[in-house]
């Protein structure tokens, strides 16, 4: 039977800045950033939704829009041109006498109430497009149902001297949750958040309005819903999640994470025909390595013209490598030109940046380990100077 | 050019194509790593503002009917205007199916005339090129022709070539139709034509209502005196595929700098269907020079002189020179292509060796396992 109705509707957080992310969010928000050839992070999420079939997801936008909404448009590109539901970008907007831009990741939502009542869902999925990882979500839901919970948290075990890096649920033996710890001194276990809730809408409806009128609340899931769920005694559970899963909300982490899709066996396998990921696609001709061309251990996405050395690197789309030119360990963003006889190596070069010839861009790191990676950033549109020498952990702009 | 619409002739002269149309119309053969022939004329439409576009189909169409869908990769899934594909027309009166161009534009007068556009752009859709239909149009007007006739320069081949003559102002005063093979270049009907639209549904219905089949013979040389046919020279590359020889070459030209230029950056993007591939990945035995390569590729051997087209698997120690692996091809181990094309979802298993000449490359049809 045909009905408005939906299930689940997914909310996902988008309007993040990233600061750390320096340059490359200076003109887009965070989910919109270029990942993995020919992607962007927000790809993940959105591809996750549709694969679990979720096709009903608001987008909450806040800081500068321009480039999600446009990339995002209609939905098409994940299958979300839908009737009934879809993909919505939702940005803050005027509610008669007073309008407010997201105070929180919770007052986002609040503000989105309406729009949620639409589809008169029992489930809310809360997520963030900050992050890279291949996730079923009605699998979660599943486990939410079994679990008759109020809420749901997804949960990564890490290590324990991470654990004091995130929000880490204790949980009992029933995988119930007892106490939240944000970024705890001496973590009592190594559950981390996602930053993954699944909640049933008319329990969070509630908290969410109980929120917003608590003019000392920082309206902050982490901080105000999941703590108030759990001093009320509502039922909070762990689902455990064993992936391939990843901040990349830092420089190096974004580079560490690209790197790891060089990897065949760091568990973020994209070429996954059951579980694809959808990126809008850019109408390029294939790409082309030329006569002198050597490439080894890289991926290489359309539209790119090959004529120097890549070694242990990502290429996105449309990318000009010239003759003589040697890039080593980088993610090379859409557009960029490295021109002739330049050198990068353990960089990261943002869309459409040029690094002239002979220029020298970071270097070769050894006996580094993961975390603590000095990468050089190009930012976006910057360009270096033919014969500059850009030294390890700079950043152009 | 916002006041026309186009028909498209997804099959002509395919006889040639030989193993490569065995299962598939011209229109849906692939082309240059990432496309079908098609993909040219309907881009070139789409960029030129033209967007209600027929196509009409002789047989093997199922592969051209789930390439272009409801046409929406190149924006033509349109509320007004957008594709229409014909199944192949047959007269009440005839078991066969249409025997020419001009009886297949019969089949479809409705369409044509159903349209309020001035203007229709009759194309093949074995055209590799890059054209500004705004450009064409313009030089219609200024020249005062009844039909503009695109042309470009090339040796005739041994298939169904119109060589023209014109006078000093463009209008052609001589058209040789011939299949004999020529070591000159000389200047070569493009098969794709601009008429007003009342003069075309006219000339269909007087040709066919008295037999006539061939529209380059029956319409245009037979009436060089009375319609005002003027030449517009195509800029920049262009090149017809219609035999296998053909459509090596053409596909070998895409590895010059300047050709993939004038064909993919000089007027507008080509599009084609979205198949959400991942990055080609290179491997540590990678070794690839010369060559272009699409998505979704893994490539752990030699690759040189070579177009790659989607999920290509190059496995180690694999040699692949002078070849065209089409989409799914696997060449396992030690296997070596020289002057090669294997259709879609060929597998050339471990150590087996394929060599034809570049006048004569050795053809592996899809499907088949080596």
Known sequence: MYTNKKECVAMLLAGGQGTRLYSLTRDLAKPAVSFGGKYRIIDFPLSNCINSNIDTIGVLTQYKPFDLNQYIGNGQPWDLDRLNGGVFVLPPYMKGETSDWYKGTANAIYQNIEFVDKFSPEYVLVLSGDHIYKMDYSQMLAYHKEKKADCTIAVINVSIEEASRFGIMNTNDDNSVYEFEEKPKKPKSTNASMGIYIFNWSKLRKYLIDDENDKNSSNDFGKNIIPNMLKDGQKLFAYNFSGYWKDVGTISSLWEANMDVLSEDSGINLDDSAWKIYARNTAEPPHCAGKDAVIKNSLITEGCVIKGKVINSVISTGVEICEGAVVEDCNIMPGAKICKGASVKYAIVGNEAVVGENAKVGDTQEGMVDGQWQITVVGPRAKVAAGAVVPVKAMVD | ?370
């Open chain 2, 1 to 370: 050019m916002n006041n026309a619409m186009s028909i498209i002739f997804a099959s002509d002269n395919e006889s040639k194509l030989n193993e490569l149309t065995l299962h598939r119309t011209t229109a849906s053969l692939p082309f240059g790593g990432r496309y079908r022939c098609i993909d040219f004329a309907l881009s070139n439409l789409v960029n030129s503002s033209v967007t209600t576009i027929g196509i009409i189909t002789r047989n093997n169409y199922s592969s051209l009917m789930d390439h272009i869908r409801m046409g929406r990769d190149w924006d033509l899934n349109r509320k007004n205007s957008g594709i229409a594909v014909f199944p192949p027309y047959a007269s009440n009166t005839s078991t066969n199916v249409f025997k020419g161009k001009i009886e297949a534009l019969y089949g479809i007068l409705d369409y044509i005339e159903n349209s309020d556009d001035e203007y229709v752009i009759i194309t093949n859709s074995n055209i590799i090129a890059s054209i500004d239909f705004d450009d064409v149009y313009e030089a219609h007007v200024a020249s005062g022709a009844d039909v503009t006739m695109l042309t470009y320069t090339a040796k005739p081949t041994t298939s169904k070539r119109v060589l023209v003559e014109k006078t000093a102002s463009g209008r052609i005063n001589g058209m040789k139709i011939t299949q004999t093979a020529d070591d000159n270049a000389v200047e070569i009907g493009l098969f794709c034509y601009l008429f007003k639209r009342t003069q075309l549904i006219k000339l269909i219905s007087d040709s066919y209502e008295r037999g006539k089949i061939d529209l380059e013979k029956d319409i245009l040389q037979a009436n060089l005196d009375k319609l005002k046919i003027y030449a517009y020279k195509v800029k920049g590359h262009a090149a017809l595929v219609d035999d296998i020889k053909s459509y090596y070459r053409e596909s070998m030209a895409i590895l010059d700098t300047d050709i993939r230029n004038s064909l993919f950056y000089s007027a507008g993007k080509v599009f084609t269907k979205v198949k959400d591939s991942v990055p080609t990945r290179y491997c540590e035995g990678a070794s690839v020079v010369n060559s272009l390569i699409a998505d979704g590729c893994k490539i752990n051997g030699k690759v040189e002189n070579s177009i790659l087209f989607r999920g290509v698997i190059v496995e180690e120690g694999a040699v692949i020179r002078n070849s065209i692996v089409m989409e799914g091809g696997r060449i396992m181990q030690g296997s070596k292509l020289n002057y090669a094309i294997t259709d879609k979802d060929v597998r050339v298993t471990q150590d087996k060796s394929l060599s034809g000449s570049d006048n004569y490359p050795v053809v592996v049809v899809k499907n088949k396992i080596v």
